[in-house]
């Protein structure tokens, strides 16, 4: 692939993308949605690739949304726009692969688009959340809904709600389970890269399948969730138990943490 505005890798099962316009505080441009588009159908299809990590270059930003100046194209018949965030999403591109997102100093906006949708994200020190929508007329929606399925509604609303004026912090981040960690900036790339590495590891069905089964169950009630999930261990673990032979399996370590 012939990438402008991302850094696509690919070793020993793991996927690195790498947000590159840090000049431009890693903003998306009509360019990086239609990249994005790209990798995600990649990821998809290139079953060499177990896991992906997530991150961003520069110092100052993991993303700051959309890029205000260019902006993006949209059609002009309103029933026609589709929002962008649907060539940005993992979930919404169907990449069942575990995506592992390293946020590292501001997350605005549009970064949420990423954030929302990671299966584990961890971030650095220096790492702060906020949605500045509203301080600028702009109604906010489609992050902040995204984002009440991961934290509780109250600190999305206020979020939302106070934007520019306050900055949801790391360590409040990991209080209210944004986030699952916090590491020094100068670490937090290679946590990201190992933990994906311990999870390219493991049998890629059944992690393709445990993500699709989780995910998809959001948008049904608890019952019908349950019952589709029983379908979910039907189909893949016939596959599962031909990849592992448990009875010689080495049996875990099981540490509290």
Known sequence: MELSTLIYEVSDHVATVTINRPEKLNSFTETM?????????????????????????????FCTGVDVKEGLDTHPNVWTRADPGERLSPKLN?????????????????AFYWINEGDIVICSEDATFFDPHVD??????????????????????RMTLLGLDERLSAERALQIGLVSEILPRE???????ELARIIAAKPPVAIQGSVRAIWESLDTGRTQALRTGLSYTQI??????????????????????
């Not at 169907?94 to 590292?104: L, Q």
């Not at 600028?136 to 609303?157: F, K, M």
């Open 187 to 193: 670490k937090l790339w290679e946590r990201g890269d």
């Open 33 to 61: 949605c239609e990249e994005f588009e790209l990798v995600w159908r990649t990821v998809r299809e290139d079953d060499d690739v177990h896991v992906v990590v997530l991150r961003a270059a520069g110092d100052r930003a």
């Open 136 to 157: 600028y007329g702009l109604t906010a929606a489609l992050e902040p809904i995204g984002l009440s399925h991961r934290i509780p509604l109250g600190e999305v609303l």
């Open 94 to 110: 169907r990449v069942w692969k575990p995506v592992i997102v390293c946020v590292h100093g501001m997350a605005a906006g549009g």
């Open 236 to 257: 893949g673990n016939p596959i599962g138990t031909a990849q592992i032979d448990r009875s010689t399996a080495v049996k875990p370590q099981w540490t509290l943490r």
